[in-house]
């Protein structure tokens, strides 16, 4: 039910009085039907003394309780058909409003089960039951939109506000892809905006599923439309459902209005805006004026009131007569547009002159048939002709005599109401001298607008002596009625100053412009009238009959102030027309009513308001609807009758299937409209009833467009600080108080919407609503139109209810995560759990205020951080608990951590805020004593390792590291030593060296990544870091090299010096240590700084740099050494071999003694193959397991040189001597298979061909060329050339 006022009692009283002011519109002295005023005793007579028994108080109270509803319920109704009739009138004759085409067009809203569905829909997508084909990044992209979006409480609460659209769904998915797909790498041939399209296409093929949301039932048949300019019709319909009006209920107050009558409607205007004049002049009068603020302002009211009657006069009066008639201009009168319309019915006014109600009309003459002719013969040609008098001739067909019939129709113009038609028969003369055809017959007719418009039989006038006496012509006369003529037909008048002699005339009622009739008569064949009567001032009504005047048998009469016309009609059909024709033209309140009419419906005498229709009123009076026709607007309060009509439009438009957030629609704005121009409802009085209607709405959830407000607020600031938005310039006390009410309201409203703002605006939606409303909220703060508030008083406004969001916020998130019930009772391993969760939840939340929230804080930036910060230290306060309760040493805490410094080192405002150093004083010790902790466990994994390291090579440590106790390290992305899930880093693909080294180098780099991983915030202490880490890295290595330096040469010295030595794979390994700590220094042992600080720690650096650089030359001389040392060996072995000695003799001949008999085997070959042997795997070994490709070559060319050396000086101890030929042999042999086989491995030209070398080559060239001539055949084809027969 309808709830009109705040007060149940007030409301009754009030609805009470206003029905009777209604009823008593007419003017009349009787007291018509009205409503029972409500009982002021309760207990009523029936608790009398007279009764025997009465019920007890309950039942007694039960009843009054019900006689009272239904009373309250049936003074509502009378109510709303009384605001029916008002706003019907509205819709059927608008003359001040437009339906508005600028108005944004409203997206249609989604419901609960709409929600639902569409949830089901992405669901099934993400599960693949649709047949949607789509890749990883699109549903990776859904998925996060359905979890994120769809499933949040806070959109649920959204669509069952009414303030969600499906616009707004697909507007969050797609500024959700557009930062996923900028994000995505480019790729040739297809553009991110292709991208974009394709998504968004899959998008609606999912939201759309089998079935179509655009699609409503028929229900929402008139609502769909509602968005779009609606007929009449549709908008009586609308305000039916509005108002709760029923069809029937409708219609007979349509019936009894005469919706349909322009004519009607114009002249009720005309009576309204007659009555508000009168009401301005009474309260002028009597000086009952509203309370305003200023007395000045009492004289101004009554000037407004004049005012906007005047221009509504004025919209009236430039209206077209008639819409949708024959064009017809408005008589421009030469007079003042406004004085005039003060003072109706002035003697000094200009009067019309009788050109200016000149008409014009429309003839159709349809000549059918012509009977009883019978002077000419059968076959004798005949025709008509046809003229208006004055105008142009028109001729038929012809026709023979025997059948003379046409159907022929003329159309004629004509300024002459009364009008006269020829009509003329002829016959084609035969005679040779005749000069014109011979006439028939003829017929003359007087037709008028009311005339009969069917085919009739004329008797023609025909010649004398004819034979045709009985000549009669079929034909139709059609005279129009021109849209400004209101009435016609025949009365007598007698007046003073018009029509002064009593005699039957011929009338027509013109109506020149909204607001200037005149009674005209006519004479024949004239188109300007005999005289006339401007109707303007004159009163109409039903008199008794005149005895004295002769004619006429029905009077009426219009009087005026020293005039008064008589008029009489022959029937009293014509004189009801006649009187209700008039009544609409001269504007007056007073309906006049038949006396035989009245004296039927109170036969006790008096006078009762009815409306004259003969076609409705007893059906308007048989269902009760003439007091609510009859009923005079002037004297509803409108301004309550707005409020209400306001109110229950407001509550039908946010139920309709529009996501409209407070807008009416354009229809609706329409009629609104039209009602305040027309019942004179203030515009400040209107703002202040729907901002009281919407803050009410926003108050209990509903979903209203903050634009919307600050429309109306402004409005109604400016008009309170006159600013005049409306040209109205008094303000009540009433209007004043209201809106300091109204602005307090609001102000907290906006408040608690600001405070709010995740939750009043989810996901920024509606959009820009945040923004508008910080904009509203500025201007609420303003103490008046002109001064503009401080921004520091806004910015402290917005400041407290940012600080009330966060615990807001921070709340409401520990109850969705249900964190106080795992805080109290979990173990520090469940707790920690539950705030690193809890922690994941605080960076969507500030993450989701940054995307959709920090536009609209753009002009205060630092506030949101300021409200991120507060947010935060509600946070930190569970987050230092739950760090609280982990044991010592431990280090499961470091994820929390990362995550909250990943977030917070990102942001602008919060990087090294107030938490985030917080954050960082919670950690810095936990960093510093875990890395003090790794580096105690890694020089103790140094110094073990190193004790019983095997130095055997290896290629996968997760099986051969040593076993060493280490700090428990969280699992991050770049694990610390958890040896079961360590995978090899890519350094460590190949061939590497021992277990320990291995180890080392592992962990060092580990442990740097894991401090880089944590990115530490505060450039000081990061630095402090990185430099410890680098310097942990450097005496590391260090020491490592050192003691693999020992170990190398122990090993080396333990190894043989003859040809059968093999480089052992340790001895290697260790050579891969040292190469190894070679290329980890540059990683590990490398700090990036500022100059200054580089050039310093290079320094450093470059001592650990050339430790290792002399190490690996060291261990290089070593090596070499060691295996020259074997050739040295072989050497020794050919220098007994000497010339001069006696081995060399007693050799000598026994191999030639033997050789006589047998074959003796080349002494001195298998020493040489054996070398040569020695050098070609040692080489191999060198080169499968030694991995730096540079100290490799290092080693051979220092080999292939110290080799060369000790040949040379070998030979040059025997300059003096000859050598053997076996000694020969064997050199010629060693050199030249050494100088390829270096060659082979890279030795370059450079350090083959050395001056050593070509002393050697020279001397065994010599050597080979002296043995040649003394014993050819011994060398048996070893020679120093190049020969590839040579054996390998």
Avoid at 315 to 335: A, D, H, I, T
Wanted: negative net charge; aromatic residues 8%; proline residues 4%.
């Amino acid at each position: 039910m309808l709830d009109p006022s705040s007060s149940e009692e007030e409301s009754d009283e009030l609805l009470d009085e206003e029905r009777r002011d209604a009823l008593l519109a007419a003017g009349g002295g009787s007291s018509p039907r009205s409503l029972p005023p409500p009982p002021r005793d309760p207990r009523g007579r029936e608790g009398g003394a007279g009764r025997a028994a009465s019920p007890s108080p309950s039942v007694l109270s039960e009843g009054r309780e019900e006689q009272e509803r239904l009373q309250r319920e049936e003074r509502e109704k009378r109510l709303r058909l009384q605001l029916y009739v008002f706003i019907a009138r509205c819709i059927a004759h608008p003359f001040n409003a437009k339906q508005p085409t600028d108005m944004a067009r409203r997206q249609q809203k989604l419901n609960k089960q709409q929600l639902q569905t569409l949830k089901e829909r992405f669901q099934a997508f993400l599960n693949g039951e649709t047949q949607i084909v789509a890749d990883e990044a699109f549903c990776n992209a859904v998925r996060s939109y359905y979890e994120v979006f769809l499933k949040s409480d806070r959109v649920a609460r959204m669509v069952h506000s009414g303030g969600c659209s499906a616009n707004d769904f697909r507007d969050v998915f797609k500024k959700n892809i557009e930062k996923r797909v900028r994000s995505l790498p480019e790729i040739d041939g297809l553009s991110k905006e292709t991208v974009l399209s394709s998504w968004l296409a899959k998008y609606d093929a999912i939201y759309r599923g089998e079935e179509d949301f655009c699609k409503q039932p028929n229900r929402m048949a008139l609502s769909a439309v509602s968005e779009l300019i609606l007929s009449k019709e549709q908008l009586y319909e609308m305000f039916q459902q509005i108002l709760g009006i029923k069809k029937l209920e409708h219609q007979l107050i349509y019936n009894a209005c005469q919706l349909d009558n322009a004519d009607e409607q114009a002249a009720q205007i005309r009576r309204e805006l007659d009555g508000r004049l009168q009401l301005a002049e009474q309260m002028a009068r009597e000086r009952k004026f509203p309370k305003f603020i200023t007395r000045e302002m009492e004289n101004m009211y009554i000037e407004e009131l004049r005012s906007s009657v005047n221009l509504l006069m004025a919209n009236l009066e430039s209206l077209p007569v008639s819409k949708g008639g024959p064009e017809f201009k408005l008589q421009k009168l030469k007079r003042s547009q406004n004085s005039a319309f003060l003072d109706i019915g002035d003697e000094n006014e200009v009067q019309l002159s009788k050109s200016d109600v000149v008409l014009s009309f429309t003839l159709e003459i349809v000549i059918m048939e012509v009977q009883g002719l019978k002077s000419v013969a059968p076959n004798r040609i005949v025709y008509c002709t046809m003229e208006v008098e004055g105008g142009e001739k028109l001729q038929t067909d012809q026709a023979e005599a025997s059948r003379p019939q046409w159907g022929t129709q003329g159309d004629f113009t004509t300024t002459h109401p009364r009008p006269v038609v020829k009509v003329k028969l002829f016959t084609e003369s035969t005679g040779v001298l005749a000069l014109e055809d011979k006439e028939l017959g003829r017929v003359v007719l007087y037709p008028t607008s009311n005339s009969s418009k069917s085919p009739d039989l004329h008797k023609m006038i025909v010649p004398k002596n004819s034979q045709d006496s009985d000549l009669k012509i079929k034909l139709a006369v059609r005279m129009d009625k021109p849209p400004h003529m209101k009435h016609c037909g025949y009365l007598y008048a007698l007046g003073q100053k018009v029509w002064k002699r009593w005699k039957k005339r011929y009338f027509v009622l013109v109506q020149v412009s909204q607001y200037t009739f005149a009674m005209c008569s006519y004479r024949e064949k004239k188109s300007e009238p005999q005289e006339l009567m401007q109707l303007e001032g004159y009163t109409v009504d039903y008199t008794a009959p005149h005895t004295g005047l002769q004619g006429g048998r029905m009077f009426f009469n219009a009087v005026k102030e020293g005039d008064t016309v008589i008029f009489a009609s022959d029937d009293e059909q014509d004189r009801i027309l006649w009187v209700q024709a008039m009544y609409r033209a001269t504007g007056q309140s007073y309906k006049p009513v038949p006396a035989s009419q009245a004296q039927k419906m109170n036969p006790k005498g008096g006078d009762v308001s009815a409306d004259i229709s003969p076609l409705y009123t007893d059906r308007g009076q048989k269902h009760g609807m003439e007091e609510f026709i009859s009923a005079n607007p002037c004297k509803f309060d409108h301004a309550f009758l707005f409020q209400l009509l306001q109110r229950q439009t407001l509550d039908h438009r946010l139920n309709d299937s529009y996501s409209c957030l407070g807008w009416f629609s354009p229809g609706q704005v329409f009629v609104l409209d039209e009602y305040c121009a027309r019942y004179g409802v203030r515009g400040c009085h209107r703002h202040l009833c729907y901002l009281n209607e919407l803050i009410e709405h926003s108050e209990n959830g509903s979903v209203i467009d903050p634009t919307l407000l600050h429309y109306s607020f402004a409005f109604c600031a400016s008009h309170v600080h006159g600013n005049r938005p409306d040209g109205i310039g008094t303000v009540s006390v009433e209007e004043k108080e209201r809106f300091e009410e109204i602005k307090d309201r609001l102000s907290s409203l906006l408040e608690n919407q600001i405070s709010h703002f995740r939750y009043c605006f989810p996901f920024g939606r509606p959009e820009g609503a945040l923004k508008a409303t910080l904009s509203l909220l500025e201007r609420v703060l303003m103490k008046d139109i002109a001064t503009p508030i401080p921004a520091e008083e806004v910015k402290k406004v917005v400041r407290k209810c940012l600080e009330k969001a966060a615990l807001i916020n921070y709340t409401r998130l520990t109850e969705y995560a249900k964190i106080e019930e795992a805080m109290n009772q979990a173990t520090p391993a469940r707790k920690l759990e539950e705030v690193l969760h809890l922690a994941e939840l605080c960076i969507e939340v500030l993450q989701q205020n940054e995307e959709h929230h920090s536009e609209a804080f753009a002009w205060w930036p630092e506030l949101l951080a300021e409200h991120a910060e507060k947010f935060l230290s509600l946070y930190s306060v569970d987050m230092d608990s739950a760090l609280e309760a982990q044991p010592q040493d431990s280090w499961d805490s470091f994820p929390l951590f990362q995550l909250l410094n990943n977030s917070l080192r990102n942001d602008t405002f919060l990087c090294n805020g107030k938490f985030h150093k917080h954050l960082q004083e919670i950690f810095v010790p936990m960093v510093i004593r875990y890395i003090d902790l790794m580096e105690s466990s890694i020089a103790q994994s140094i110094h073990r390792g190193l004790e019983q390291e095997s130095w055997q090579p290896v290629k996968s440590i997760t099986n051969s590291l040593p076993n060493v106790a280490l700090p428990k390290v969280p699992s991050l992305p770049l694990n610390l030593p958890q040896m079961p899930s360590f995978t090899t880093p890519t350094w460590m693909t190949s061939i590497n060296g021992s277990a320990t080294s291995e180890d080392l180098f592992w962990k060092l780099d580990a442990l740097q990544m894991f401090v880089f991983d944590l990115h530490w915030p505060e450039p000081e202490f990061a630095h402090h870091l990185e430099q410890r880490l680098k310097l942990m890295a450097t005496d590391m290595i260090e020491a490592c090299v050192k003691r693999t330096r020992i170990a190398f040469e122990v090993k080396l010295q333990k190894t043989n010096k003859s040809t059968d030595l093999r480089i052992p794979s340790s001895l290697c390994t260790m050579f891969n240590v040292l190469v190894d700590a070679k290329k980890q220094t540059a990683k590990l042992c490398i700090l990036e700084g500022g100059q200054e600080f580089a050039s310093q720690w290079q320094q450093y650096h470059s001592k650990i740099d050339d430790l290792v650089e002399e190490t690996v030359k060291e261990i290089i001389s070593l090596l070499v050494s060691k295996v020259v040392s074997v050739l040295e060996g072989v050497l020794s072995k050919l220098s007994r071999y000497d010339e001069g000695t006696f081995f060399s003799s007693l050799v000598s001949f026994t191999v030639k003694a033997a050789a006589k008999y047998v074959d003796v085997p080349k002494p001195g070959m298998d020493l040489a193959d054996t070398y040569i042997m020695f050098v070609r795997q040692n080489q191999d070994i060198l080169r499968e397991k030694v991995n730096e490709e540079m100290y490799i070559e290092k080693l051979f060319d220092q080999w292939y040189s110290g080799s060369m050396k000790v040949i040379c000086m070998w030979l040059a101890d025997r300059l003096d001597l000859q050598l053997h030929i076996y000694q020969l042999k064997t050199l010629i042999k060693i050199v030249k298979k050494t100088y390829r086989d270096f060659r082979l491995q890279g030795v370059m030209e450079g350090t083959l061909n050395s001056k050593t070398y070509d002393t050697v080559h020279s001397r065994l060239t010599v050597e080979e060329a002296t043995v040649s001539v003394t014993d050819a055949g011994g060398l048996q084809g070893i020679t120093m050339k190049d020969s590839d027969e040579e054996e390998g």
